[in-house]
């Protein structure tokens, strides 16, 4: 079974429809602005993903920490593991 | 200056969700009273709960067009009420020259709705409706309407689509290619477009709120708008009460960012500056500016940014109508250039509705409440997704034998 | 357009054309068995809309929009300026219908919540103007035209008359349609589309010609246009494009009203029949539409026995703006002064092609002449 941060790399890649392998997606590289270059509609496409994939939701709780969230791979997979954790 | 034909709005038709006939829609700015409301046209689980600007009664019923889409229904009938304010109807005049030039976004979106809504539901392919999705059959049927055979076309750039479409009439005219253009916009709601705008967090849950502290967004709305647009010399020739003069016209383009507009205000700023020159008009002569203002965190402060920079400290009257019928997409341009035309007729500034206190990071002091104005010369904005800009000026119809 | 002197100087053009023979696809099964042709672009095609620095997608009519803007800059010497004095008009019917419907399904299958935001922006039909502004750095004035089968023709108007009142040094006019399934199901759906492998044989005589309906396609074109007299030497100058809509719905097309048409364009033009070299047509190879062309050059060819006629669908497949990819082809005729040789002639010998008169007929009743000068 693939690690989350490796599916959540090939749910990035297929929903965004990336030119780029999931494998070429480093967990620690910046998303957006640098190394993948994604910008403010990517980040809704994400939480859209997220919640359709992952079954977590960013809310407006969370608004404050978007950035943060949606920064790596890493954070991303740290963020789902926070929330899925703390389902009943 | 140039001896280029000068454009005059002789007629406009109007629909929206504050009701069917400018007199409604003025009623409304005079009572400050909203059109929007709950969403009935289709159900919606997320969505449901916004409100919305929608048209009240069937568009269907009352159009007198036999078919089509809730777009083309909406078109038609505010088509057939500027070409009755404007007097030609039954006139003779060369219907080749005269032109339909309708800016739309949705046209048939909801047909579309339905055929995959069926075919990946119920594995059918229903063709019912599949030859009225398309956004161009709106033009055709006013067209048709009419016998308008000159040039005719559907300008699509998404919310900025009205204005540009009132300024190709202005071209049409100008390059002697029309001698009538009906110039406009229309747009229906449906799935897609409240789905999509909210999908990208955009849509507030309790109404827009233009250039306010508290503001969470724009409301979606529909509905149409169109002008009748002539040069002077037609108009005057056949006897044609003028409305207004179009005095001048901007469109630029940000560059910067599909959906977001340049925070600066940059590409607006210039779209006004050239509707100016165009007007061969300072700044200082704008009385009042119908402001774009669809309540979202981005849209408004660049707006502001980009007025400021054009009017320094001498900022005019600024109101954005919005919530009292929402974003009304490709209508929008259209709609407002009507409200705009209103105020200048009725000698007043229609109120920035949903206003309650300014946000402190915006430099505006937009006018919150209806008030009697002495105007002479007014602006109306719109802004789309993909930076398009469009910026037009609208004067009194004595400003034409003032400055002959 | 006005009838003395040229609408704009063309300084650039390129086509993004599909594969030469149509590609065969599976039917979707609640529509029909078997496949469906098209003319679709081939694997080079393909490869081409998917520049090797570019991660993020690109919904496909944009993508070719970029690449027929770019051929058509590599061959301009004075490229268009970024900012503001480069305007960009686009003419699309289909836009990026596909992001739109990529959008709407996963409404319908996800719910509510499956609403991917990015595929709506892109289904917004200025997303492919938008791109080419965002891509090359132009901010002059940015207008999508969706008028089915006037698409084209009103981007070409437009872009031509900001270049001659000064309202852009530069126009760059692109024609563009990227074909989806649900075109596909459309065109099946109400019998416009043929299930025939075979290609297009527009006008041509005998058994080939025999059959109702024609082949849908897809593809691109841009060209760079500059005010009139601007440029030393223009690629070809425009001297008039004209595009008009029926004034019913299913019009009964009439040889007559549509030799009309071409004669007032003509007219108009200030251009006599015998001044020009070839009349290229947008015939279709649908019978009944082939009909009306055939009497129509018949009837044009009286006025002047020397013109040469080529129909160039074969090489497109049918679809709003396939007038532009024929546009491009007219510019290369006048560039070269002789007939590109993918054209088909199906009569006259053209000798030194200096004017071509373009003339299009959709079924549903939108027709359009243009005219290139040398």
């Known amino acids: ?88 | ?404 | 357009m006005t009838a003395k002197g040229y609408a704009a100087d063309i300084v650039a053009a390129s086509a993004l054309r599909p594969g030469s023979t149509p590609l065969l696809r599976p039917a979707p099964a609640a529509v029909a068995q078997g496949e469906w042709p098209a003319y679709r672009l081939d694997a080079a095609g393909e490869r081409s809309l998917s520049p090797p620095d570019r991660i993020k997608r690109l919904g496909r009519g944009q993508a070719m929009a970029i690449v027929a803007v770019k051929r058509a800059l590599d061959g301009c010497t004075a490229s268009p300026a970024r900012g503001s004095s480069t305007a960009v008009s686009v003419g699309t019917a289909w836009a990026e219908e596909g992001d739109e419907i990529t959008f709407l399904e996963n409404l319908i299958k996800l719910g509510e919540k499956g609403a991917k935001p990015a595929f709506f922006v892109n289904s917004v039909k200025n997303a492919l103007a938008s791109q080419l502004a965002l891509t090359f750095g132009y901010q002059g004035e940015n207008q999508t035209f969706a008028h089915d089968a006037l698409s084209f023709e009103s981007a070409l108007w437009q872009g031509a008359h900001l270049v001659r009142v000064g309202r852009a040094a530069h126009a760059v006019v692109c024609g563009v349609d990227a074909l989806i399934e649900l075109h596909e199901m459309q065109g099946h759906l109400l019998g416009f589309f043929a299930t025939r492998p075979a290609p297009l044989a527009p006008l041509a005589a005998g058994p080939a010609s025999v059959g109702q309906g024609t082949i849908p396609g897809e593809g691109a074109a841009a060209f760079v246009l500059t005010p009139p007299g601007a440029t030393a030497a223009p690629l070809a100058r425009l001297v008039s494009v004209r595009g008009r809509g029926p004034l019913q719905r299913a019009p009964a097309l009439a040889v007559r009203d549509e030799l009309a048409f071409v004669e007032q364009g003509l007219r108009e033009a200030s251009v006599e029949p015998d001044e020009l070299g070839l009349l290229l047509v947008g015939a279709n190879g649908d019978s009944a539409l082939d009909a009306v062309y055939a009497e129509v050059v018949q009837g044009l060819r009286a006025r002047a026995p020397g013109l040469a006629v080529g129909v160039y669908r074969h090489l497109t497949g049918d679809f709003p703006t396939a007038s532009a990819l024929g546009f491009e082809l007219a510019v290369r005729a006048v560039a070269s002064r002789t007939v590109p040789s993918e054209v088909r002639r199906v009569a006259g010998s053209p000798a030194n092609i200096e004017r071509v008169l373009l003339y299009h007929l959709a079924s549903a009743g939108y027709h359009s002449t243009a005219i290139v000068s040398a």
């Open chain 2, 1 to 404: 200056m140039s001896s280029r034909p000068r454009v005059v709005v002789t007629g406009m038709g109007i629909v929206s969700a504050v009701g069917w006939t400018l007199d409604d829609t003025w009623q409304a700015m005079v009572q400050g009273r909203s059109g929007l409301g709950t969403l009935t046209l289709f159900e919606s689980q997320r969505c449901g709960k916004l409100p919305v600007g929608e048209v009240a009664g069937d568009p269907a019923l009352r159009s007198g067009l036999d078919g089509g889409s809730r777009s083309d229904h909406l078109a038609v009938w505010a088509a057939k009420q500027a070409f009755a304010d404007c007097g030609l109807d039954g006139s003779d005049f060369a219907r080749e020259r005269g032109s339909v030039v309708l800016g739309a976004l949705t046209g048939g979106m909801l047909f579309t709705e339905e055929f995959f809504l069926r075919l990946l539901r119920e594995d059918r392919a229903d063709a019912s409706h599949l030859a009225e999705r398309a956004c161009c059959n709106a033009a055709d049927r006013v067209a048709e309407i009419f016998g308008l055979g000159g040039f005719r076309t559907t300008l699509s750039n998404a919310c900025a689509s009205g204005g540009a479409a009132l300024s190709l009439g202005c071209d049409l005219i100008e390059a002697g290619e029309a001698d009538v253009v009906l110039a406009g916009g229309v747009d229906s709601l449906g799935r897609i477009v409240l789905n999509g705008f909210n999908s990208l967090m955009l849509v507030s849950p309790d109404g827009c709120r233009p250039f306010d502290a508290g503001r969470k967004g724009m409301s979606v709305g529909e509905g149409a708008g169109v002008l009748v647009l002539e040069s002077e010399a037609h108009a005057r020739a056949r006897g044609a009460r003028v409305r207004a003069w179009l005095a001048g016209r901007g469109n630029t383009c940000d560059a910067h960012h599909v959906s977001a507009p340049e925070p600066e205000g940059r590409g607006l700023y210039e779209a006004m500056r050239l509707a100016l020159a165009d007007a061969d008009l300072a700044a200082a002569a704008i009385d009042y500016i119908n402001a774009h203002g669809t309540g979202t965190m981005d849209n408004d402060p660049a707006e502001a940014k980009a007025l400021r920079a054009l009017f320094g400290d001498a900022l005019p009257a600024v109101s954005s109508t919005k919530r009292f019928f929402g974003h009304t997409l490709a209508a929008a341009g259209a709609i407002e250039a009507i409200v705009t035309v209103l105020a200048l007729e009725r000698q007043a500034i229609p109120p920035n509705l949903g206003l309650r206190s300014v946000d402190a990071k915006i430099p505006l002091a937009p006018v919150a409440e209806y008030r009697p104005a002495k105007l002479a010369v007014a602006m109306s904005t719109s802004l789309g997704f993909g930076g398009n800009n469009s910026a037009l000026v609208l004067r009194r119809p004595e400003a034409l034998g003032e400055s002959a």
């Open chain 1, 1 to 88: 079974m693939a690690s989350l941060e490796q599916q959540i790399k090939e749910k990035l890649v297929s929903s965004l429809g990336l030119k780029i392998a999931p494998e070429a997606i480093d967990d620690n590289m910046p998303l957006f602005v640098d190394g993948l270059g994604l910008d403010s509609v990517d980040a809704l496409e994400i939480a859209a993903m997220l919640s359709v994939h992952f079954n977590v939701e960013l809310t407006e709780q969370d608004s404050g920490r978007h950035r943060e969230i949606l920064a790596s791979v890493h954070s991303l997979a740290d963020f789902v593991r926070e929330r899925q954790a703390a389902k009943p």
